[in-house]
């Protein structure tokens, strides 16, 4: 994680140009300047770039503010050869050059050099500026293995920041071979702080030379894997081993168990067919689906055969797009009766990839099999879904009504309904559609704000102007900051949403610890910061001021979605008003969005509400399918889009925020243009694919915008949809300043 604090580094860290006058009077450093301190600092950068191609003699100013601009844009190699060997970086400045060479060669995994330019940059400058290099320097000899230097800066920093004194003193407890010396360090300390003593403890023990003290320590601090790394070091193979297989089995989801799948590669490979499939199970949450599937098929031929392994492989296959022999492997689980049921509930929906034609038998005999399936109700779906989409609508109806009538509450009958719905409208039925959609607001389903919303143009559309005014106008007022809710109000010719926000005023409480937030993150101490963040997530300040506070300034500082949250506990607390809704949505990166909605041509309101959606304005957001940063790209859609500018990208440079909204604003364009300016579709296209958007164009009635929205297939993007419009109306109510 890597979060940067742009304003307060400009504070510390000055660029050292001043952003005045008119853009097309400015220099060259001067616009960059005025990028970075507008979250751009991508845009600096090529500025920078572009200047220094046109005119290659430049000065030590220009050379060091290019080279900042770099670092900010994760362009880390660029920013070390820009400064490296130049003649004046030792003189330069307050130890500027220094310490951005430092940060380059610490990011590019150089510890050691990176400690000599920080210590060398900490003689140069003074006060806050000196102890924060300080902490920096004892970072790098940390990485660097060199303990003795790292405690010593940590405690030289220690007196001149207070703020963040308790984790100083946690780093340097780690450091110490005075193991005494360090137990007396973590005395005292704050509650966030407090629960990485014993980790910190454990250190200790480990860079005072033993190991077996430290392993033990380790292991009860719950660090499973310094513990069995430990255990590999003393020769205790097999104890690393059970820990290691102990670890994939209990928690294959987590960033612990993805880091040791290196040992599994390495020192600790599996060697039996259980050891084969929780590295598998690993190696499938993080992404690998096709070194599982090797490591599942190995298990297999060692004799595996139950139920849980053949169900994994069709897992995988599943998602290697490999349908044939992931129903064959489904139907091998299903021999297994502990397994029989989800295989063949599996098998079903494979075939419902395939087209296959023994799908309906399939699905329908699933049903029958299992009545008390959590599954079911969905079989059901599918299967009416599957006749439908042939043209079989008395097939599908019989399905659907099967669905609604067993399971009349279930999210599936309340689709199964819409869609018997909008085939009675499009047949003129009117009658069977309304009684329809009264059906799923007498159940109290999970689409009657949407029932309510059509039963509205169901009387229009018979010529009861006033009767629909009515049921719009009572929706709008009892559910209007809903998607249908804004909808109706907009056909029932309302005003537009009007919600008043007064600024959230910042508290001595909050303030005071956003500040130690900041230091941290200057400081380098990123896994600080977040252990901070997460300890107020789990103690949430009592006042609503503070609460609120906390969330403006997370929001501000690239932690939008723990903003969010504590937007939403202040609206469970019963407050409900303009500033409670603008911590729920807020717009952090107001002026990098709407430049770079204007650069493309797109509404910079649908894009901050794409963004909201996508990642609560959370920097370093990643999807459990590898989409990352604000606007959430997949590597393979942002290198499309860059491709398509002429700009470099690099997987890591996906969390620079500006580049993200950059690529994000030029995807999303590509899509209106594609889509006809068709928002609904185009904003379907981002969550889903333009591939399977465009088969879903061609379905009757999808002309409609309502129509086109209520057919999605998929829930989640028809979710996604309806989130993303109604999160568009409330940007437009809560910023109304926004130039659009």
């Keep these: ?101 430092g940060e380059a060669e610490w990011r590019l995994g150089e510890p050691g050099s990176a400690a000599r330019r920080f210590v060398a940059a900490r003689r140069r400058a003074h006060g806050a500026e000196a102890d924060l290099l300080a902490v920096r320097a004892a970072l790098t000899f940390e990485a660097a293995q060199l303990p003795d230097s790292a405690a010593r800066y940590y405690a030289a920093a220690r007196n001149g920041l207070r703020a963040i004194e308790p984790w100083l003193r946690l780093r340097e407890a780690r450091v110490l071979r005075d193991t005494a010396t360090a137990r007396r360090l973590l005395v005292d300390l704050p509650p966030a702080a407090a629960r990485q003593a014993a980790a910190a403890r454990a250190g200790a023990l480990l860079t005072a030379g033993d190991s077996t003290a430290a392993r033990a320590a380790f292991d009860d601090a719950g660090l499973t894997l310094p513990a069995l790394r430990l255990a590999l070091a003393l020769g205790d193979t097999a104890a690393a081993r059970r820990e290691l297989y102990d670890l994939f089995t209990r928690a294959p989801q987590s960033d612990d168990a993805a880091a040791g799948v290196p040992l599994a590669h390495g020192p600790l490979p ?9 590295l598998a199970r690993v190696l499938r949450g993080h992404g690998a689906a096709t070194e599982a599937r090797e490591q599942v098929m190995r298990a297999l031929s060692e004799g595996d055969s139950s139920g849980a392994t053949l169900t994994l492989l069709g897992e995988l296959l599943t998602s ?11 139907r091998a689980a299903a021999q297994d009766t502990a397994w029989t049921a989800l295989a063949l509930y599996r098998r079903a929906r494979v075939l419902v990839r395939l087209a296959d034609p023994g799908t309906p038998q399939a699905l329908a005999a699933f049903t029958e099999a299992f009545p008390g399936d959590t599954a079911t109700p969905t079989a059901l779906y599918l299967l009416g879904d599957f006749l439908s989409d042939r043209g079989d609508t008395s097939g599908s109806d019989r399905w659907f009504t099967e669905l609604a009538r067993r399971y009349p509450a279930d999210a599936r009958s309340s689709l199964a309904r819409f869609r018997m719905a909008a085939a009675a409208q499009r047949r003129g039925d009117v ?55 804004l909808q109706a109000r907009r056909f029932a010719g309302m005003a537009p949403l009007a919600l008043a926000a007064d600024s959230t005023a910042g508290t001595p409480a909050a303030e005071s610890g956003l500040a130690r937030l900041d230091t941290l993150m200057l400081a380098g101490l990123d896994t600080e910061a977040q252990l901070e963040v997460r ?27 723990a903003g969010v949250r504590l937007g939403w506990v202040a609206a469970a607390r019963g407050v409900n008003d303009g500033r409670v809704l603008r911590a729920i949505f807020p717009w952090p990166w107001r002026n990098a969005v709407k430049a770079e909605a204007r650069e493309f041509g797109v509404d910079p309101l649908l894009l901050a509400a794409i963004v909201r959606q996508e990642s609560e304005f959370d920097l370093e957001a990643l999807s459990r399918t590898g989409a990352r940063g604000l606007a959430q790209l997949m590597p393979g859609t942002a290198a499309q889009a860059a491709r398509g500018l002429d700009v470099t990208l690099y997987p890591e440079w996906l969390t620079v925020p500006d580049l993200n909204l950059h690529l994000g604003a030029a995807h999303l364009a590509t899509l209106l243009q594609r889509f006809g300016g068709r928002v609904e579709v185009a904003v379907a296209a981002y969550n889903a694919g333009a591939a399977p958007v465009s088969r879903w164009l061609s379905r009757p009635g999808s002309e409609d915008p309502d129509a086109f929205i209520e057919q999605i297939p998929y829930p989640e993007t028809r979710t996604y949809v309806r989130a993303v419009l109604r999160n568009r109306d409330l940007y437009r109510a809560l910023y109304p300043s926004t130039v659009q």
């Design 431 to 485: 009658d069977s559609a309304a009684h329809l959609y009264d059906a799923e607001v007498l159940v109290g389903g999970a689409q009657r704000s949407a029932a309510r919303y059509w039963l509205g143009r169901l009387a229009r559309e018979r010529g009861d102007t006033a009767g629909a005014d009515s049921l719009w106008r009572a929706l709008a007022r009892e559910d209007s900051l809903g998607y249908y809710g």
């Design 535 to 561: 300890e107020l997530l789990a103690r949430a300040p009592q006042p609503i001021s503070d609460l609120l506070a906390w969330s403006d300034g997370l929001s501000l500082r690239g932690w939008g979605s």
């Design 1 to 101: 994680m890597r979060r940067v604090v742009l304003g307060l580094l400009c504070a510390v860290w000055p660029l050292g140009v001043a952003g005045a006058g008119a853009q097309s009077m400015q220099t060259p450093a001067q616009r960059a300047e005025s990028l970075w301190l507008a979250g751009r600092p991508w845009h600096a950068a090529e500025t920078l770039l572009d200047a220094a191609a046109h005119n290659p003699r430049q000065d030590a100013s220009f050379i060091v503010r290019s080279a900042e601009a770099e670092l900010e844009a994760r362009r880390f190699d660029r920013a070390r050869g820009l400064l490296i060997g130049q003649p004046w970086l030792e003189d330069y400045g307050a130890g500027e050059a220094l310490r951005v060479l």
């Design 270 to 278: 599996p060697r039996s067919p259980a050891e084969r499939v929780a």
């Design 320 to 330: 290697l797009g490999r349908y044939p022999d992931a129903a064959a492997a489904y």
